[in-house]
């Protein structure tokens, strides 16, 4: 039960961290926690607001649920809760949120979940709009990638980060492969174990032609791996390649 004195607080809160036009709400580093959040959702001045930023706030599966029961967020696009604890519980309930359907940013880095959350958003049919997927460090694995690559609910994905996140080739042959993901102009798969396997697959693809950044650092690709990649016709709007 929220008391009093703490509803204040992030009414408070709330009204500094405001922008003026009252679409962005920057609450990154506030340490609200769940009752925190708990209490936001209470607060005035929510229904205009586009941009959210909930980092590095202790959140946990808890404050999650209170978050996705809100139904203020009418016009909510981008949505940043990385650096939290919310866990496969707190990310399959956040699935259910009204505004999911809107949102065209999602960033769930650091955030304690694996394969249960993951594929509670891999398996979701509400993202339509979302262009900016952030899984980062979560260990949702290949099943989790394979769906994403395959459904077309994630036909709009401009960029998808599955830093550190177990991928294994398994899982790149499939985007390599991927119709549903041939809008996707920055794909971050490093710090996963893709060798020189996954670097050809990602050659050989198709689909793949509008990716204008590629991170493959840290993946046991090597030169002989960044060799096929940049010589691959797949890639000729490539911009940025990294790899060690």
């Known amino acids: 039960m929220i008391t009093p004195a703490k509803q204040e607080y992030i009414n408070r809160l709330v009204s500094e961290c405001l922008s003026e036009d009252g679409e962005a709400l920057e609450l990154k580093g506030k340490f609200i926690a769940d009752e925190g959040v708990e209490a936001l959702v209470n607060a005035g001045g929510l229904e205009e607001v586009i941009d959210l930023d ?74 339509r709009k979302l262009q900016i997927l952030i899984l980062q460090e979560n260990n949702v694995g290949d099943d989790v990638l394979i769906t994403i ?15 550190r996140t177990d991928i294994t080739p398994r899982a790149v042959k499939v985007v390599a492969r991927s119709k549903v993901l041939s809008r ?48 691959s016709p797949t890639f000729a709007k490539l911009k940025t390649l990294r790899v060690t």
Do not use: M
């Open 54 to 127: 909930l980092s590095k706030n202790s959140i946990t599966h808890k404050g999650a649920r209170h978050l996705a029961a809100c139904k203020r967020f009418h016009n909510l696009k981008r949505l940043y809760l990385g650096e939290n604890s919310l866990g496969d519980k707190g990310v399959t309930a956040l699935v259910e949120a009204e505004y999911i359907d809107g949102l065209a940013v999602l960033d769930l880095r650091f955030n304690d979940f694996g394969p249960v959350g993951g594929q509670a958003i891999a398996g979701s049919d509400r993202f």
């Open 149 to 163: 690559a395959k459904s077309p609910t994630f036909a709009n994905l401009r960029k998808l980060n599955v830093y």
């Open 184 to 231: 996707l102009k920055y794909l971050n798969l490093a710090r996963n174990y893709l060798f020189e396997e996954g670097a050809r697959a990602l050659a050989a693809s198709k689909t793949l032609t509008n990716v204008e950044t590629l991170l493959l650092f840290d993946t046991g690709i090597r030169e002989a791996g960044a060799r096929v990649i940049a010589e």
